[in-house]
């Protein structure tokens, strides 16, 4: 199959006072050169611009290969060495790509919108038709540097796109946005933070995966082989036909140990790893979807040796192949609504591609760049990683996510001598040839990915830091370092493990530095009902329900039995993702501690497919001013809560209050509490316990009268969920209900009751309910800064869709917090 | 079933179970089997070596990869803990709830995941306990029971709003489920439904919306062309004037037509609310039977038409000409009650200009059409009359990208109208446009450049219109030159908001002859740090250039300066920024346009805004050697205050700053990696006058010699520094001071790097640390001697050092510590180790102390001594008369001052009166006297090294002038005094309290109080009540997010007159009672803490009480707990934080 030479990119990567980089994938080994310019520019050829400005700098990289035609590089120009550059902050600036120096982003038809008559060359006519970079035929694609000061920041983020969920990606809505403003510098975003999932390598379009499968080979140009077992033989070419959609589960529960819930379509090799990011950020690589013929793959005898390591969903209709595809709910029709919904993404990658190229662009890992669940317990990590099929899922995922997402984050790391750069050596090395691959053994890659056992110095580093002029972002690597307990643990693990203090210096800040940005891919805070009650309720009731009929049970106890039943259902962890940092409290206390050395934090965060806004005040010992931290989430990008569970929420205030919590309040000491409780009253053994711990962590309500307290506790904390605000009804805000002619007089009630039960009657028969907290559709975060009289406040816009299943976005939730110390008084046990 | 146990007996039988197998570990051959199926190695398969090895550690109770050892050891530990924990409980027999505990405990114990291997069913109810009984704000506090109570017909004891709350959330679950069940059999629709409300923040009508929170509305119906029925209820509480409740019935009708053909849709809904209202009282004492059906009706219609395949829907003149489109056109008209609207929504409309026909300056500067998109959403109201809902706003950009007269490029023109940003203002229209220069060689870009209209529809400066042109600034001004032998770049940027610009250009010119690079960095400032206006401007300008040669192999390689007019220079900032390479910033930085941003923060920090003074100074580069061995660049820097402007102080020096750098390279001119020596110094010294501080801090850093594998990495501070004045101190410290000395002066950068030398020996990392201090105390000196070896996760730790201080007043006297430890660890923990302390003191009296340790794994033995011996050596002191000493400082006229009368008219201007030596004084003002040489209000124990004579205790009660019956009562005036120059102070106290303390001076004498001038102004009062969040509930899940109302209300003054005379408060008796009004009227003052002492179980007053000079003072107070004899149980505490 034909491939255009751009398969994916321009992505702007990173953009800091050192260097201006680029990111892009070719088909073939080049000399990429980048170009930057002050202000917009119309391209007037390869490298040259209408106006006739000179360039302000220039850098360029020979691309590296990861397969026959799988060239990527990240061009960096380096802003420090002579002549410097001067990319001023807050600016608006243009760049241009050159390949060979001869061809360049006009050349390769990426500034102008694809006709059905005027294809790029060597893209599929299935492809989605690729928009003009630069919003305007010619216009080079342009980018605003970070803001000099904090008011004038503007950062947006996202998370989570997945290709089979319902409705529009709002990566197309941040496009809208760019677009909108494009010649408006002071408005548009000047980072863009993607806060993981990328791509669900586990839970993805069956119609995609069988064309996946093909672009991969086609970008490997060779064979890749995937082991399904402990042998050396076990192991089988990458293709449609040995490694088919829904025929995977089996591979992924039994063979590579994981405890991802969708199974069917996950992802296995390299290449189809690397397809899946070349689709995701690029219209040019998309091809024809599967037919029927690649979704229902019918064995047969020439796959006799692969078919014992394979699901065979068959096997529920009688063992009739026909049976399974005309089955009205697992067959060929049920599968036309999920194509549907992986069309209409597919139709939306053109505008995420141009968001993508318009703004500086950060990523981290979370878990389905990999797998469901990767990384989440010691148990986990016990089993997964002892298995060939195991670690290579991990490795291909890892890898992927390294070369297309980790190196553009840090160029200067990737070409600097140390593991980073061994990283891309070895990446080379195992794709070398033209296959089988891998091509060379792969036990140096997976120290540099930090398999278990690898010591910390062999490893490749995933976080980073940018500096803007007047605020420092520490992108968190929650994921590889984790901390996961002993090899038999189901605990929820330390996200940050041994590495806090690397991953995040104490503050404040130095050099005048205002603002600290940290972007943590799973939330820091979160509505306290999630976080606390109902993910641990669900998991202690499934292992519960699990295990329950065992305890009444009467009857001798047979070791071998009940612990094959431990072993077999107490999944409860994994079932529901029990890894937030709220599920290790010690854990998200040290990283408070940590955060609120600086006076003013803001986190971005995705993950949990709703977006919110908190504050956490917290106050150390009896200092009078205490730390601001400010929790953004903006989740998913396409994912979401299914819209039956989501209305609940919005039909329900009593629900909406339930999700924020009362306000949550909490008091420590480091070492035992020191309360103290009149004698001969009780108080619960869970709370008696919580005094007794290290760090002694209490609430402040629900103490029986009486109770003091020693002295000033060592920290104190509270936690805010921010509303939105706004009335009136205007863009997007909710709409004012109709006024009431009176209030309710108690001794003459009836008048006023009256008229609130017909106003509510009203309002439910004719206005939309919308919640003012949480945003359970599909978003992208936009943050922004403004001066409130010297101290700063943020604005958090989450856009999501103006309707069901409608195309344009609204402002539908703003949330404003301000940034400065809160000056309420410290949580305080209240004298009863 | 006698024999049978309950459910009880059979959790403590698995308990014992689960206990005695903690004991054996994990020697079970059945947990061997399962763990080895959990991981992946199937029954009876041969085994590999390396599996066989896996397995064994398992076995043994290792993790198969090594990967937690300690982990598990920490779980055990743990579950030990709960078993412990357990049995105290068992024996506690006033703790109460023992079962609820004991289910706690056992989770606790069954959660560690050893056991939950062996005992899912402990395990999974332990969890469910840990979280029903652990959260405290969740489920401890739901009570479902109170519902089930009601459904069963039991009547609540009271009937309170809260009561009702908490039955309506509890039935507002049955919609909801009603809801889930008939989605789940794709009923959508069939229900729907609103529990709550979400009131305004500003909401006029709060009691109604505190009900309406608990009103239910249901709507039944199947949906789309058939009618749907609304019931709501509300619950009537006993405070107004129920119990009862409210039931009300309506019902709307929707139906939706749409035209595919024509692209036409129409939604129509027709309702009424309240059709038929009940008041249903519960028992005889909650009223009567109400009723109404007065319904509330509403008319909704609207209709759109949308184009078809990608087309407008309608156009307004010709496809291909100049035209306007609309997407997307929508009206509608609504009816209710007492409001009507008319609604008009246009979607996807553009003007779009096509230059075919247009006239010919169009054509020429159009090269496309131009299409500007909006939208519009219109609403007439008879509530709220028009409004307009901006979507995308109004605005047009117009690529143009045309140079006119070769020079100026422009890129695009922004036409905007949207709503104004400036307050009071409707509409704002910006122009503005992306502009290019280029002249010649030189090039300029610009953003956003232009003007804004902002406009306001009322009478004004317009008369039927107030507007207001305003500038739009651009973000920033790129720069750049590229001629053949200059080139560089730069940019302005510009934040009009904040008053701050700054710039900087590098260029450098490149001729055969001459090859100069010039930096320059310039930061203005137009708003001072206080807000208001005014401006400061520093600026620095560096030259560099090929060697000119001095004398002595010196040569000179750049020259530069700064000036600062309005900036000062922050001394302690600077210092302090050394360790994160200020210098490298100020002194010809390397790359100033990429490091521009940081560059910029860090000179406003060492650089302050500071009014009216001025900074210059040159600096220069210097070369040695050739090729250049050594570089030094320096600069001198002056500040002078009063210097600029109009002021009433003259001009004055305040500070000189020396500040450099020393780079020695060898070989030199080669890259990083080839360079066997670096010793790189910073360094700064300052002189400043006010208080007078003489200060010089070196800093070796980034510096080694040899290469790998042998490379010797060195660095650490020197600092120096002197202060007079208030709190004079002298210090000397070489890589900072002894760990338990506290009393570091202010000023100086912390932490003080150690002097240090690093460098490994094959796989073993040596450091070498030292210190040397000397203080007006003390002399202080100490070294620190590290190995460490590691091989991946097992490491060997060593180390071995010394610290010692000398205190040379009162008497010789030191101090010595000698230490050492070494230890095996895994993985950081500790496997293996040994330690010992030997510590000495003396002259005369003589202490040793220390111990011996020796740990493996968990046991540690540990040797302590402490022996003391000898007696304290008596030195042979002077004596000294204070009162003499005393009464000479009365006498001194230097110590004495007047002050004119603050805060009150001083009725009369003086002339200024030449007096001699004498002191005026005006009569109102007041008169004060200090002096340094004795504290009064303290008992002396000594002065300097001397004994004391006579009295040992001064205080000034009263002065007078005059006659003594004209006594006045003095205001004590505090200084700092060295404390330990007057009271004989342990060494301990020495150490850890500030040297300097506040102790009584003198005194003030005069009267300060005065009455207040005319009669105040009438106000009256506004006060506005806003709860933003909602207030902590304890009855959660059922709390309401209530009073979210928000109201400003004014009290007229004769409200608060009357209230205050009909209140509670003036009626009191107590209000008579003479003895809560103050005697005289006292000013405030704020002072330091007072001190008190403490039992330390208790934190009440522990009965020592603390004179008023000890109260302020901490090492007084602790001499006096001391000298109680009771200081194990008592501590001393702020006042306020007594118990």
Redesign the interface.
Known sequence: MPLPLILAGPILRRVD??VCSVWIALKRAATVEMRV??????SSGAGTV?????A?GSGQAQTRRFGANLHIAVVSID??T???????????HSYDVLIDGAASLRSEGLLRDETENLRIDGVDPKAPMHLALGY??D?LPSFVTP???I??LRMAHASCRRTNFHGYDAMGWLDDFIK?N?????ERPQQLFLTGDQIYADDLGTALLPMLTRLGADLLGGEERFPVG?AVAEEFPLTVDKFPPQRRGKIIHEQA?LSTTETRNHLLGFGEFAAMYCVAWSSRAWRALGDEASMFVDLGAANADIAPFLSQPESEFGNSFAAWKADAKHGVVALKDETARVELYRDVVPKAARALANCSTYMIWDDHEVTDDWNLT??W???V???RPGKAIVRNGAMAYGLFQGWGNDPKLFAADGNNKDFLDEAVALYAGNGPFPAAASARMEEILGF??T?AAKRAKWHYRI????HRTIVLDTRSLR?????????SPKLLG?SLDTQIPNGPL????ELLVVISAPPVLGP??FD??MQ??A???K??S???S???K?GP?V??Q??????K??D?AEAFDFESWASNEEHQEQLFKKLASYSSVVLLSGDVHFGCTLTLDYWKGSSATPARIVQLTSSGARNGWEM?LE??FR????????L??????RVAWNGAAKVNVP??L?I???????MKRSPALL????WPAGT?V??TPDWRWRL?LVRD?R?GG??GA?P?????A???I?????A???????????????QP?LL?SLMFLSNVGLVSFR?AGGSITLTHRLLSATAMDAQSYGVNTLHEASLAPATDNPPILPTM | MANEPNIFEKIVAWFKEASDWVQHNLGDPEIASALRQDLGLKEGAELSPAEKVKFANLKDGLDPNKIAFDATIAELAEAIQGFIQLGETLRDPVSGDVAWDIAYLLGNVALADTLRLRFPAIYALGKLTLIVSEDPAALEQFDPALLMKILRGEAPQDASAKLFERVSNGLSLIPTILDLLLQKFEKEGFVDYFYGWDPLPASPTPRADLASARALTMLVGPGQGFPRAAVTMVGVPQTDGGPGMILSLGGDFKQKFTSPADGLEADFQVGAAGALTLYIPFGDAAGDLRADGSPDVFFKLGVSKVGKDHKPAFTIGEAKESRLEFGKIGGGVEFAKDRAAVLLNIEDAALVVTPGKADSFLKKILSDDIRVGFNLRMKLDSASGLTFEGGTGLAVTVPIEKTIAGALTVHHITMGLGPSSRPQQDLALEASGAFGLKLGPFQASVDRLGFTLDMAFREGNLGFMDATLGFKPPNGIGLLLDASVIKGGGYLYIDPAKGEYAGVLELKIDLPAVKIGIKAIGVLTTRMPDGSDGWALLLLIYGQFPPIQLSWGFTLTGLGGMIGLQHGINVDALIAGMSTGVLDDILFPANPVADAPRIINRLRTVFPVTPRALVLGPMLEIGWGTPQIISIRMGVLLQLDNALGQGDQPISFSRVVILGQVLAQLPPGVKADLTVLKLLVDFVGAIEVNPFRISFVARLRDSYAGKKPLKVDFGGMLVVQAVFGDRPSFVIAAGGFHPDFRDIPPGLPSPIDRLFAAFPISVLQVRIEAYFAVTPASIQAGAKVSLKAGFDWISLEATLGFDAICYLVPSFRFDVKIYGSAALKFKGHNIAGVAFEFRLEGPGQWRARGFGKFSILFWDVEVPFDESWGESVQVEQQSTNAQALVAAELGRAGNWTAQMPIGVDPLVNIARIDAGDLLLAHPLGTLTFTQNAVPFDLDLQKIGANRIEGATRFSITEGYIGTPAAAQPATTLQQHFAIGEYRNLSDSDKLSNPSFQALTAGARFGSTAYRAGPAAVDQDFEYETLYLEPEAESDFPFARIRNRERLVATLGLDKVGKAARQGAAAKSALRGDARLKPAASTPISVGDARLATARTDTLQASGIVLDRVAAHAPALAKDAVLRSGTNTSVQIVEQFELA
């Open positions: 006072a050192e310019w002050a202000g917009t520019q119309l209408v106006s006739g400005d000179a302000l802003l420090k002579a002549p410097p550059v001067a990319l001023a902050p807050g600016a608006l305007d035929t216009r803001a000099a000061t008011p004038a909108a494009k010649t408006t510098p002071a402990e140990r010691g148990r990590l016990s089993r990683y002892s298995k278990p056992g010591a500096d803007g002029p007047r901390d996961t307990g002993s090899a038999v643990s189901t605990r041994d130095s050099d005048g530095r306290n009902l606390k009650v641990p309720l998991a202690a009731v292992d519960t699990n295990a329950i065992n305890l009444l009467d106890y070791a071998k009940e612990l094959r039943r431990a072993l259902y107490t409860g039956y209305s609940q039909k329900s205030t009593a629900f909406q209050d339930l924020g919590g009362v306000l949550v309040e004698a001969g009780h619960g053994p869970g709370r008696r316990a919580r609430p402040v309500i629900g003091t020693t002295g805010k605000t009335t205007v863009n909710p004012d209900p109709p006024p009431l009176s209030d309710i108690p001794s003459a009630s009836f006023g009751y009256l008229g609130l039960a017909k106003r509510h009657a009203l309002t439910t028969m004719t309910r003012r001066d």
